[in-house]
């Protein structure tokens, strides 16, 4: 009978059947087994992977910041507090400002915040411009919410600043009668107009003038307020000057004084000190600070008041260097007849006329072309005299050009020139000229204006290679001046002995000797007898048959021209330029001195050449402007026909250019010189010429 199929063996194979059986239902128990540990590690690792670390989330306060309208110029700050609101720190890793006008002032840098925890940030507004102005502060974090940002609103409101420079005005000592003005600079310093409703002086003798009511001055403009005092008594006079605008710092106030004097029956500067013998050094040397433009200071040693006239490093040439600028030289009267203008001169060559408030009244562009320099007429402050080409022209002033009128033309000459150093005459009648003949010698003449003829001439041996009318050094003549009583006083280039060199005085027919060698600064004059002189000779080797008649035997003298007998002005003063075309009626000489030791005080600081001022080394008188009767009779033993005006605080060994240069006023009220004063510690960049780097300022004497 054959068995039922059950799954169940029944016989040996039926054995190994089962145990087949058992050994896959093992293996698949196993496979299970290892199957739910595998899910378990998976388990634990994603339970690893996924633990929560915390959440994190960056909030600001306030999230809109508005500063509303700040004046421009001036800053308001706001704080915003950052909050971590989370359960786990937040690190910050970028925090930033857009928007010119706000910056973050206080709590940066930002590195991170802990859960609950603030941070306190302080936002400025600062703007510059008026007007609407929006930013934004922007936290960059690992927040979830990041990046945080706030945002910032301003407007910049209107100013209105009126500024007065300088504060105060000192006139020092004026003449009764005598009305000097110095300027003041009003500017708008803030971005909306101005407008001024009153300018009022208090001060007996004080008054203001050029700019009135109603006068408006756009952002960043200024005009120039003239102040005027003019005493009516001797004494001390304090005032003030009030300038009222819409300004919001109004009114605009500087204060005023000055001393009337009465002018002695001598005719005595009104500044300065005599009597006094004294070396001086100036404690000031190094940190003195010059007056701007158009603004004074009374100098600390002697008591006058000296005003600023340019500024070259503020102008810029063609060639966008900037000029040193002069008064030109000694023996050529700067100031016109009226005392109003004032020929300013240019390293490259250039001339421009500028009144006693710095304002330009005719350009260098709006003046004629010369040969050499122009001179000042003696009577009319609006006309002076030049040469161009072969021709003698007449320069009156119109406005702020120049309309010229042909006095003399000379074709006998293929060009003329008013050389070096020559000014007008005394009379006002004559002027020294040089004109180029055809065989290249020249001809030194004198004309008078009035009757349009030579009434001296004197023919060179030398002769000029290329034109007379490009130099005013032409040939062998370095210089050329005017005896009081008009004769030509020929500077040759060269020294010595013979015919052509030296300093000769034509008289006509003969060339006198004036001096041989060590050629000196000099002039001529009257002197109180009304006997022409010339002034400023010194060193007894200067020629064979003189023997200096101050002490030392090395000083300034006044020398008789008709017969060379003399008198000691000033003994063993420093190295010098004069200035005198005086006669009784004004017998003073400016006199202004210089260094050229080396080493010594009078180099920039920055040179290595430069000694800081001492008793050792400063010498009585060193760069001083002084004032000398040419009576004095010297002055060394009592020095009462000494004043000592200012120093010139030039540092004169830098260049020619630099030293004083001195020279009076035709009628004696002023003195102008130059003065590189204003870089002490040496030029700045970009000078026309390197280390010139000189300005034009004056000083009232009477």
């Not at 600023?308 to 007849?337: C, I, K, Q, V, W």
């Not at 020929?490 to 027919?509: C, P, Y």
Request: charged share 10%.
């Amino acid at each position: 009978m054959e068995p039922k199929k059950t799954g169940v063996c029944y016989s040996r194979s039926s054995q190994l059947c089962v145990g087949s059986c058992r050994l896959t239902i093992l293996v698949l128990l196993l496979a299970l087994v290892l199957e739910v540990g595998a899910l378990s590690g998976c388990a634990a690792y994603t339970s690893v992977s996924t633990q929560s670390t915390g959440s994190k989330s960056l909030s600001a306060s306030p999230t809109n910041v508005s500063f509303g309208s700040v004046s421009v110029g001036s800053t308001s700050t706001q704080s915003v507090t950052l909050t971590n609101s989370g359960s786990a720190s937040v690190t910050v890793s970028q925090a930033t400002v857009s928007g010119t006008a706000f910056t973050v002032t206080k709590g940066t840098p930002l590195s991170s915040i802990a859960p609950g925890q603030s941070a306190t940030l302080q936002i400025q507004f600062a703007p510059s411009s008026s007007g609407n102005l929006t930013g934004s502060f922007t936290v960059a974090s690992d927040a979830t919410n990041s990046p945080t940002t706030v945002s910032l609103a301003g407007t910049g409101g209107a100013t209105s600043q009126l500024t007065a420079s300088p504060g105060s005005l000192s006139f020092g000592n004026v003449n009764v009668g005598v009305s000097p003005s110095l300027g003041i600079t009003l500017t708008n310093g803030g971005n909306s107009n101005v407008t001024i409703s009153s300018v009022n002086t208090t001060g007996a003798g004080y008054s203001a003038s050029g700019v009135g009511s109603s006068a408006t001055l756009t952002p960043g403009q200024t005009a120039t307020l003239n102040v005027t005092f003019a005493p009516t008594a001797a004494g001390s006079v304090t005032g003030s000057v009030s300038v009222a605008s819409n300004a919001s710092n109004s009114p605009a106030t500087i204060s005023l004084s000055g001393s009337g004097v009465t002018q002695s029956a001598s005719g005595a500067p009104i500044c300065g000190i005599s009597g006094d013998t004294s070396t001086h050094v100036p404690s000031d040397w190094t940190s003195f600070t010059p007056p701007a433009v158009s603004q004074s200071y009374v100098d600390s040693l002697f008591g006058c008041t000296v005003t600023r006239l340019t500024n070259g490093s503020g102008e810029t040439l063609a060639d966008g260097t900037h000029p040193g600028l002069m008064n030109f030289y000694s023996t050529l009267t700067a100031m016109n007849a009226s005392d109003t203008l004032v020929f300013i001169t240019y390293n490259n060559g250039s001339w421009r006329i500028s009144d006693l408030h710095a304002n330009t009244v005719v350009s260098a562009a709006n003046m004629p072309s010369m040969n050499g320099h122009a001179v000042w007429d003696a009577a009319n402050g609006s006309v002076f005299y030049y040469a161009s080409n072969n021709t003698l022209y007449k320069g009156t002033i119109s406005g702020s050009s120049v309309t010229p009128t042909a006095l003399h033309s000379f074709s006998e000459y293929s060009g003329i020139v008013l050389p070096d150093a020559g000014d007008l005459s005394q009379d006002g009648d004559h002027l020294a000229l040089m004109g180029q003949n055809s065989n290249n010698t020249m001809d030194v003449f004198v004309l008078s204006l009035g009757q349009q003829t030579k009434t001296s001439v004197y023919t060179t041996m030398c002769t000029i290679s290329g034109s007379i009318t490009s130099t005013g050094q032409p040939g062998c003549v370095h210089k050329l001046l005017l005896s009081a009583d008009n004769l030509l006083s020929i500077g040759f280039a060269q020294n010595g002995t013979g015919t052509e060199q030296g300093v000769r005085l034509w008289n006509g027919s003969s060339l006198i000797h004036l001096q041989d060698s060590m050629t000196s600064h000099y002039d001529h004059g009257y002197d109180m007898n009304g006997s022409p002189i010339t002034t400023g000779r010194d060193n007894p080797s200067s020629l064979a048959s003189f023997t200096n008649p101050c002490p030392s035997g090395w000083g300034l003298d006044v020398r008789q021209q008709g017969n060379f007998t003399s008198s000691c002005l000033l003994d063993n003063q420093p190295e010098w330029h004069i200035s005198y075309r005086g006669s009784a009626s004004q017998p003073w000489i400016a006199i202004s001195f210089f260094d050229t030791r080396t080493p010594g005080p009078e180099y920039f600081t920055s040179d290595a050449n430069y000694q800081t001022p001492s008793s050792s080394n400063w010498q009585r008188y060193e760069d001083e402007i002084i004032l000398a009767r040419v009576d004095a009779n010297n002055a060394n033993s009592n020095n009462t026909g000494i004043y000592r005006l200012a120093l010139a605080r030039s540092r004169s060994q830098e260049s020619y250019w630099a030293q004083p240069h001195a020279t009076m006023s035709r009628d004696g009220n002023y003195v102008v010189f130059t003065s590189n004063m204003a870089y002490p510690n040496g030029c700045p960049a970009n000078m026309h010429v390197p280390n010139e780097c000189s300005d034009v300022y004056f000083i009232q004497v009477k």
